[in-house]
């Protein structure tokens, strides 16, 4: 496993990479006002003023839940801890700049490299709704998600969806994730409102995802979602109400206080003659202070009138951009118009009972264009009207019976040692997902590569970029989980291969999905396989509850799903607590546990290897070069527990500086360390290193409210015991010191097995730490204190501890794979086991800086420190655009 530069979530590939920014969430939104009846068109003017705004803050929008009494799905946006009724909220992306770097968080240029044309050319820029901000929330983090406990199980195949239904508003949007090396990116397209095959998401209960939203124009949009399975007892469809959601993307962030709409607006204001010296001009920004000013448009009213004041609505493409407050005459706003030319209007009413209202010409312009203006000669044009963009069509929810249910599937060589894996339907009406991965052995439960993405047009491909360079005949097999949408009025497959993959030979296997059992009468299947399954298709398989997983000292494992180590203020002190959203004791649902109650374990999926991408000194605490290691990695992946820290239940008003998180002591095994690291900042940024067991770096601060995922890296196998202490200054002076907290944890298999009593652990700890760090913070001292010893020389990590014999092939390459086949995919723990759509930041530093507010509070906004405290932004490896960093893991699975 080796840790490329800018990696995010796609499948989880072996080496870890890097992808940037800081990743925190605290939660801002604002405060709801009493919101105004809107009219029959609610584009015009305002049409989001007095409603709650979502913006700064790590936001799940939209945010499935299940409403038991209804017995149905719920759409919702979360924010933070709290979840809001969708037709209150408003989900604004502003400005914004890391406060690391000081770059753009809110552009997204397309870099000089193919992997991006499905969103413009390269060089173009577009308003984006970052994946992970550095340092602050800035202007936005937002993703989609479903909350834990939604009985999937009583879905057919387990699975249900976000379906975007419709999409009103000037320009298209994409969700996606990606990574970029040193020849091309590498995108894993979740959403998008131009491509009919993504207009569905497959959603795992207790799962977000961490994902760059962009825009192809500012401006208001609505977009209408639905979550949706099919009953699998009853064949119906369970769908949620459509459910509409509003964007605004750039402008000036939505008033606190409902405003009449630009309609009602200028039919108040008096009617008379208008000033023939009223202009509209559109031309680049002159000044270029910041980063990505370059890109900007000053938009500018000027009625020719230095006592003139008022109001000028700013339309695109006839959608609310902004209102610009007109004073001496002249409101200006910079904006980023995005890629495309685009028809702008502004409508103008004067303050109190004056004349002079007036409806510009349209003004047609685009980025690169020098200063274009129209004026008031002719007097006022008509308004103009919405134009949506024509990508944006509505989706068809009938349900979809397929006249072929055949598929293909191939495993092939692409030239340099890595491989294609393909699945193609023969309906391309088809739609729906796969999943599963390159398999050590075919009965693995975990796979070593991971599939996982959207049919599109009825294909799906994966490329894998370096993988089995070096090894091609290392014996994998692949395990391939075909699920159809709701609307498909099929049964899923899940195809295992028992014939490991060689380059020189590749696999290929044909088959055909099971007729929904509901539809009556099922249709004859066309054709037949070109491989034989070795058994006969089964019902999709039910799994029992599985007992959940106790260490023999009593401590409840955990090793799968979302975990964080939360401080809060709690008596004279700085508590820590494990927040626990895996619901692998709790049947789905979220808790909380004393941190001596539970254990860690690490499997060996999490198994990297140092590579020579990672040569630079920020990356010694994963060992020497070519050393392994065991990892949880920024990104939520599938298989692995995701551990994070967060202080967003802290008032940092009450505090005189940041908290601190020490790790007082360190018990590893013989020669082993301890690591916590954080993404670093920028595009092709290093990693920062937080805590290492055995040297000087025993503690770090925490700034402001937060939600973090560090990497946790173990060098070796084995039990290890970390001891950490929350603390800070509270606003009188006084040492707020936390107790002493101890987190046991089992890391690689044979230690979990140890730990649960089936099973001996070949590594032992050492009875004592042998990397002693020292405090930063003594209970009875100044919690910032600097360490008082020189930090302890680690010892050289020993061999691969994932290592096994290499595997032997099972059949001759010359003879066709032979296939098991089910219809329906494994029965994984799929009420909580997730696809691991997750990121990672950073609160350690940075101050907050925000652009183009119009005053409107935040919504559950945490108590603020003397400066300005603002939530988060996401901002992954944001190519071109304020860079990232990202170390995801490609990661050996069982």
Same mark, same amino acid.
């Given at each position: 496993?080796?840790?490329?530069l800018?990696?995010t979530?796609?499948?989880?590939?072996?080496?870890?990479?890097?992808?940037?920014?800081?990743?925190?969430?605290?939660?801002?939104?604002?405060?709801?006002?009493?919101?105004?009846?809107?009219?029959a068109?609610?584009?015009?003017?305002?049409?989001?003023d007095?409603?709650?705004?979502?913006a700064?803050?790590?936001?799940d929008?939209?945010?499935?839940?299940?409403?038991?009494?209804?017995?149905?799905?719920d759409?919702?946006?979360?924010?933070g801890?709290?979840?809001?009724?969708?037709?209150t909220?408003?989900?604004w992306?502003?400005?914004?700049?890391?406060?690391?770097?000081?770059?753009?968080?809110?552009q997204?240029?397309?870099?000089?490299k193919?992997?991006?044309?499905f969103?413009?050319?390269?060089?173009?820029?577009?308003?984006?709704?970052?994946?992970?901000?550095?340092?602050?929330?800035?202007?936005?983090?937002?993703?989609?998600?479903?909350?834990?406990?939604?009985?999937?199980?009583?879905?057919?195949?387990?699975?249900?969806?976000?379906?975007?239904?419709?999409?009103?508003?000037p320009?298209?949007?994409?969700?996606?994730?990606?990574?970029?090396?040193?020849?091309?990116?590498?995108?894993?397209?979740?959403?998008?409102?131009?491509e009919?095959g993504?207009?569905?998401?497959?959603?795992?209960?207790?799962?977000h995802?961490?994902?760059?939203?962009?825009?192809?124009?500012?401006?208001?949009?609505?977009?209408?979602?639905?979550?949706?399975?099919?009953?699998?007892?009853?064949?119906?469809?369970?769908?949620?109400?459509?459910?509409?959601?509003?964007?605004?993307?750039?402008?000036?962030?939505?008033a606190?206080e409902?405003?009449?709409?630009?309609?009602?607006?200028?039919?108040?204001?008096?009617?008379?003659?208008?000033?023939?010296?009223?202009?509209f001009?559109?031309?680049?920004?002159?000044?270029k202070?910041k980063?990505?000013?370059?890109?900007?448009?000053?938009?500018?009213?000027?009625?020719g009138?230095?006592?003139?004041t008022?109001?000028?609505?700013?339309?695109?493409n006839?959608?609310?951009?902004?209102d610009?407050?007109?004073?001496?005459?002249?409101?200006?706003?910079?904006?980023h118009?995005?890629?495309r030319?685009?028809?702008?209007?502004v409508v103008?009413?004067?303050?109190?009972?004056?004349?002079?209202?007036?409806?510009?010409?349209?003004?047609g312009?685009?980025?690169?264009?020098?200063?274009?203006?129209?004026?008031?000669?002719?007097?006022?044009?008509?308004?103009?009207?919405?134009?949506?963009?024509p990508?944006?069509?509505?989706?068809?929810?009938?349900?979809?019976?397929?006249d072929?249910?055949?598929?293909?599937?191939s495993l092939?060589?692409?030239?340099?040692?890595?491989?294609k894996?393909?699945?193609?339907?023969?309906?391309?009406?088809?739609?729906?997902?796969?999943?599963?991965?390159m398999?050590?052995?075919?009965?693995?439960?975990?796979p070593?590569?991971?599939?996982q993405?959207?049919?599109?047009?009825?294909?799906?491909?994966?490329n894998?970029?370096?993988w089995?360079?070096?090894?091609?005949?290392?014996?994998?097999t692949?395990?391939?989980?075909?699920?159809?949408?709701?609307?498909?009025?099929?049964?899923?497959?899940?195809?295992?291969?028992?014939?490991?993959?060689?380059?020189?030979?590749?696999?290929?296997?044909?088959?055909?999905?099971?007729?929904?059992?509901?539809?009556?009468?099922?249709?004859?299947?066309?054709?037949?396989?070109?491989?034989?399954?070795?058994?006969?298709?089964?019902?999709?398989?039910?799994?029992?509850?599985?007992?959940?997983?106790?260490?023999?000292d009593g401590?409840?494992?955990?090793d799968d799903?979302?975990v964080?180590l939360k401080?809060?203020?709690?008596g004279?002190?700085?508590?820590?607590?494990?927040h626990?959203?895996?619901?692998i004791?709790?049947?789905?649902?979220?808790?909380?546990?004393?941190?001596?109650?539970?254990a860690f374990?690490?499997?060996?999926?999490?198994?990297?290897?140092?590579?020579a991408?990672?040569?630079d000194?920020?990356?010694?605490?994963?060992?020497?070069?070519?050393?392994?290691?065991?990892?949880?990695?920024?990104?939520?992946?599938?298989?692995?527990?995701?551990?994070?820290?967060?202080?967003q239940?802290?008032?940092?008003?009450?505090?005189k500086?940041?908290?601190?998180?020490s790790?007082t002591?360190?018990?590893?095994?013989?020669?082993?360390?301890?690591?916590?690291?954080e993404?670093?900042?920028?595009?092709?940024?290093k990693?920062?290193?937080?805590?290492?067991?055995?040297?000087?770096?025993?503690?770090?601060?925490?700034?402001?409210?937060?939600?973090?995922?560090p990497?946790?890296?173990?060098?070796?196998?084995?039990?290890?015991e970390l001891t950490?202490q929350?603390?800070?200054t509270?606003?009188?002076?006084?040492?707020l010191?936390?107790?002493?907290?101890?987190?046991?944890?089992?890391?690689?298999?044979?230690?979990?097995?140890?730990?649960?009593?089936?099973?001996?652990?070949?590594?032992? +700890?050492?009875p =004592? &730490? $042998?990397? /002693?760090? !020292?405090a930063? %913070?003594? @209970? #009875?001292? *100044? +919690?910032?204190? =600097? &360490? $008082?010893s /020189?930090p !302890?020389?680690? %010892?050289? @990590? #020993?061999? *691969? +501890?994932?290592?096994?014999?290499?595997?032997?092939? !099972?059949?001759?390459?010359?003879?066709?794979?032979?296939?098991?086949?089910?219809?329906?995919?494994?029965?994984?723990?799929?009420?909580?086991?997730?696809?691991?759509?997750?990121?990672s930041?950073s609160?350690?530093?940075?101050?907050?800086?925000?652009?183009?507010?119009?005053g409107?509070?935040?919504?559950?906004?945490?108590p603020?420190?003397?400066?300005?405290?603002?939530?988060?932004?996401?901002?992954?490896?944001?190519?071109?655009?304020?860079?990232?960093?990202?170390?995801?893991?490609?990661?050996?699975?069982?």
């Amino acid at each position: 496993m080796r840790i490329p530069l800018t990696r995010t979530l796609r499948a989880p590939s072996r080496r870890l990479r890097v992808a940037a920014a800081a990743l925190v969430a605290a939660a801002l939104i604002s405060p709801a006002a009493a919101t105004l009846p809107l009219t029959a068109d609610p584009a015009h003017a305002g049409p989001s003023d007095g409603m709650k705004v979502a913006a700064r803050a790590h936001i799940d929008s939209p945010q499935v839940y299940w409403d038991s009494e209804a017995n149905g799905f719920d759409l919702k946006t979360k924010v933070g801890s709290k979840a809001y009724e969708a037709p209150t909220t408003v989900n604004w992306v502003g400005k914004g700049w890391s406060a690391r770097s000081g770059k753009s968080q809110y552009q997204f240029t397309v870099p000089n490299k193919p992997g991006l044309e499905f969103l413009g050319k390269p060089g173009e820029t577009f308003y984006q709704a970052p994946i992970l901000p550095e340092g602050n929330h800035l202007p936005t983090w937002i993703g989609f998600g479903a909350e834990a406990g939604i009985p999937a199980k009583r879905f057919r195949n387990a699975s249900f969806s976000l379906d975007v239904l419709d999409v009103d508003g000037p320009g298209t949007f994409e969700l996606f994730t990606t990574y970029e090396d040193p020849e091309k990116v590498f995108v894993n397209r979740l959403m998008s409102s131009s491509e009919n095959g993504l207009r569905s998401a497959r959603l795992v209960g207790g799962d977000h995802t961490h994902n760059t939203t962009t825009f192809s124009r500012p401006g208001t949009y609505d977009i209408t979602y639905r979550a949706v399975a099919r009953d699998d007892t009853s064949g119906k469809i369970i769908a949620s109400k459509d459910t509409k959601f509003r964007w605004q993307v750039g402008g000036q962030e939505p008033a606190a206080e409902a405003s009449p709409s630009l309609e009602d607006r200028y039919a108040s204001a008096p009617d008379g003659p208008v000033p023939g010296t009223y202009t509209f001009t559109a031309a680049p920004k002159a000044d270029k202070a910041k980063d990505g000013d370059d890109k900007l448009t000053t938009l500018t009213f000027d009625a020719g009138d230095a006592s003139v004041t008022g109001t000028a609505t700013v339309l695109i493409n006839g959608y609310h951009l902004t209102d610009m407050r007109v004073e001496k005459g002249v409101g200006t706003w910079d904006e980023h118009i995005g890629p495309r030319t685009s028809d702008f209007q502004v409508v103008f009413t004067p303050d109190g009972s004056k004349p002079g209202k007036w409806i510009s010409p349209k003004l047609g312009y685009g980025p690169g264009q020098q200063s274009t203006q129209v004026d008031s000669a002719n007097g006022s044009a008509e308004l103009m009207g919405k134009v949506n963009d024509p990508a944006n069509t509505r989706l068809n929810t009938d349900d979809i019976t397929l006249d072929d249910l055949g598929y293909d599937f191939s495993l092939t060589d692409n030239g340099n040692g890595t491989y294609k894996a393909r699945v193609e339907m023969h309906d391309k009406s088809f739609r729906g997902y796969v999943t599963g991965g390159m398999m050590e052995t075919p009965d693995s439960k975990y796979p070593t590569e991971e599939f996982q993405g959207t049919l599109v047009n009825g294909v799906w491909e994966h490329n894998e970029d370096d993988w089995l360079i070096g090894k091609p005949d290392a014996g994998y097999t692949p395990n391939i989980t075909i699920i159809p949408h709701a609307q498909v009025r099929a049964e899923g497959a899940t195809i295992k291969l028992d014939t490991p993959y060689t380059k020189e030979k590749g696999i290929t296997h044909s088959g055909e999905l099971t007729p929904d059992k509901h539809l009556s009468p099922s249709p004859s299947p066309t054709g037949s396989p070109t491989a034989e399954p070795t058994g006969s298709p089964t019902a999709s398989p039910t799994e029992d509850p599985s007992i959940p997983p106790v260490c023999t000292d009593g401590r409840k494992l955990l090793d799968d799903g979302h975990v964080d180590l939360k401080m809060r203020q709690a008596g004279s002190g700085i508590e820590l607590k494990m927040h626990d959203d895996s619901g692998i004791h709790t049947s789905g649902k979220p808790t909380e546990h004393a941190v001596a109650d539970v254990a860690f374990g690490v499997r060996d999926s999490g198994v990297g290897k140092r590579g020579a991408d990672q040569a630079d000194p920020a990356f010694d605490f994963l060992g020497k070069q070519g050393d392994t290691y065991y990892a949880l990695p920024f990104v939520q992946k599938r298989g692995l527990l995701w551990p994070g820290y967060k202080t967003q239940e802290i008032d940092f008003a009450k505090l005189k500086g940041p908290v601190t998180l020490s790790l007082t002591d360190a018990k590893t095994p013989e020669g082993a360390h301890f690591a916590l690291a954080e993404q670093g900042s920028g595009f092709g940024g290093k990693p920062e290193l937080r805590l290492q067991s055995g040297t000087d770096k025993t503690s770090f601060p925490v700034t402001f409210a937060t939600h973090a995922h560090p990497m946790w890296v173990f060098t070796k196998p084995g039990a290890y015991e970390l001891t950490f202490q929350a603390s800070a200054t509270g606003a009188d002076g006084k040492n707020l010191i936390g107790e002493k907290q101890t987190l046991h944890v089992h890391v690689g298999k044979a230690a979990i097995e140890k730990c649960l009593g089936t099973g001996t652990e070949t590594e032992t +700890p050492s009875p =004592e &730490p $042998t990397a /002693e760090p !020292t405090a930063t %913070t003594d @209970p #009875t001292s *100044d +919690p910032t204190a =600097e &360490p $008082t010893s /020189e930090p !302890t020389e680690s %010892t050289e @990590p #020993t061999a *691969d +501890p994932s290592q096994s014999a290499e595997p032997t092939e !099972t059949a001759d390459p010359s003879e066709s794979p032979k296939a098991t086949e089910t219809s329906g995919p494994d029965g994984d723990d799929s009420d909580r086991d997730g696809s691991g759509n997750g990121g990672s930041g950073s609160g350690s530093n940075g101050d907050a800086k925000a652009g183009g507010s119009a005053g409107g509070d935040s919504i559950g906004a945490l108590p603020r420190t003397g400066g300005s405290l603002m939530a988060l932004g996401l901002a992954l490896p944001l190519l071109g655009a304020g860079g990232a960093l990202l170390l995801a893991a490609r990661r050996r699975r069982r």
